[in-house]
């Protein structure tokens, strides 16, 4: 077999643009991540895009992949990419990825950056449950090679600041995990709340799932708030922190 020659001179984009955040990585040729540029969705505009992308100046870029749950912020990109760099973005749910993962579900139902994860942990031999917590705590199951469906629940960071919003006797609060659960003052019962409230969201969420699949799955923690979940006795699960971003790598790889 001859082995596939890569010029050494491309490079390759791979984006994840969320509801708060935007994550941007420059590829080299073997596909290695060398810089990573990260964006706040809301402050897009032309000049902050010129602003933070000039290490694409003189880049050979031969292909651009995003996930995209903002569709404004992925054209306003795309078309500056394009008009500025001469680059030609996709998103992922335009293409055809029936060699990586089978898709059950209506495709137009399912963020992009759900379908990239799936892809990112499928091995045709497992099945696991991918849980992102980002602006929205998502659970999404993939058994096997076939993305099944999903879950979505209030996002933490997003609850906490509404809760604040509301709440005139609420202050700020940083969340943390929490041993206690009865708390003594109003930041040990904020913590405790989240905490162990979404303990136990997330135990039944998992416990439902298996039941209805009548599966075993190992449980991937994915976003910002993964590593207070970390240590879940029941489940083991494994933080893989640019999960997103993996899946999209390794869809450009097969390209």
């Known amino acids: 077999m001859k082995k596939k020659i890569i010029n050494s001179n491309n490079f390759y984009i791979v984006g994840d643009i969320g509801n708060t955040d935007t994550k941007i990585f420059l590829l080299n040729h073997e596909f290695v991540k060398i810089k990573k540029i990260f964006l706040k969705t809301r402050l897009i505009t032309n000049m902050y895009i010129y602003k933070n992308l000039k290490i694409l100046n003189n880049k050979k870029i031969k292909n651009c992949l995003f996930s995209s749950v903002v569709p404004s912020a992925y054209e306003q990109i795309k078309i500056l990419l ?75 960071s997003l609850s906490l600041n509404t809760l604040i919003k509301k709440a005139t006797l609420i202050p700020m609060i940083n969340l943390s995990k929490i041993s206690r659960v009865v708390g003594r003052n109003t930041n040990q019962a904020v913590r405790s709340g989240f905490y162990w409230g979404y303990i136990g969201l997330i135990d039944n969420i998992i416990l439902m799932i298996k039941k209805q699949t009548n599966k075993s799955f190992k449980i991937i923690l994915t976003g910002g708030f993964s590593y207070m979940f970390k240590n879940l006795k029941k489940y083991r699960p494994v933080i893989q922190k640019n999960l997103t971003i993996d899946g999209l790598v390794k869809v450009i790889k097969n390209i």
């Not at 760099?85 to 579900?105: H, P, R």
């Open 82 to 156: 394009k008009r500025r760099y001469n680059i030609t973005c996709t998103e992922l749910k335009n293409m055809n990825l029936s060699k990586l993962v089978k898709i059950k579900v209506n495709r137009s139902q399912v963020g992009s950056d759900r379908i990239s994860n799936a892809v990112s942990v499928i091995d045709n031999r497992n099945n696991y449950i991918v849980i992102d917590f980002g602006t929205a705590t998502t659970f999404d199951v993939i058994i096997k090679n076939t993305y099944y469906g999903g879950v979505i629940a209030p996002g933490i």
